[in-house]
């Protein structure tokens, strides 16, 4: 018994030496990253968006969003929102198409549907802090 444990313990550090020995492999694939007029991440911004009947005052949330230029971009997000209508307030995630123009963005939150099954739109405007 105790000669298999000395020979798997002199074939382990044999593999480890080697292991060590052997250079670290290189990556050639290059790494794939977004262009450079795309950006994605969370805005942190707040918006106050009114429709019929109702408000929601909106937080960034992630986003997707092309540049054209340093201060205009076009994109999509999900806000976190806190939706009011008929005297009711209720936590909310909104879809919203979003147009922002250096500090300032214009969206229009999709709520989903209410309980008549008409949907849930709002237009508003927010600020982005950063």
């Known amino acids: 018994m105790k000669k298999y444990v000395i020979t798997a313990l002199l074939i382990f ?3 480890v030496t080697y292991a060590q020995q052997q250079p670290a492999t ?5 790494k794939k990253t977004m262009p450079k007029n ?4 969370f805005d ?19 986003s997707l969003k092309y ?18 209508a008929r005297g009711k307030a209720a ?19 999709y709520y989903g ?3 008549h099954n008409n949907p849930i739109w709002t237009f508003g405007v927010g600020y982005r802090f950063f």
Do not use: Q, R, W
């Open 13 to 15: 550090s044999a593999v």
């Open 26 to 30: 290189t990556d050639t694939e290059p």
């Open 38 to 41: 795309v950006e994605a991440g």
């Open 44 to 62: 942190g911004m707040l918006a106050i968006s009114y429709g019929s009947k109702s408000f929601g005052i909106n937080v960034g949330g992630p």
């Open 67 to 84: 540049k054209f230029s340093k201060k205009f971009k076009v994109g999509v997000g999900a806000f976190p929102s806190l939706f009011v």
């Open 91 to 109: 936590p909310k995630l909104a879809v919203s198409p979003i147009v922002e123009y250096s500090h300032l963005m214009f969206i229009t939150p």
């Open 113 to 115: 549907f209410d309980a």
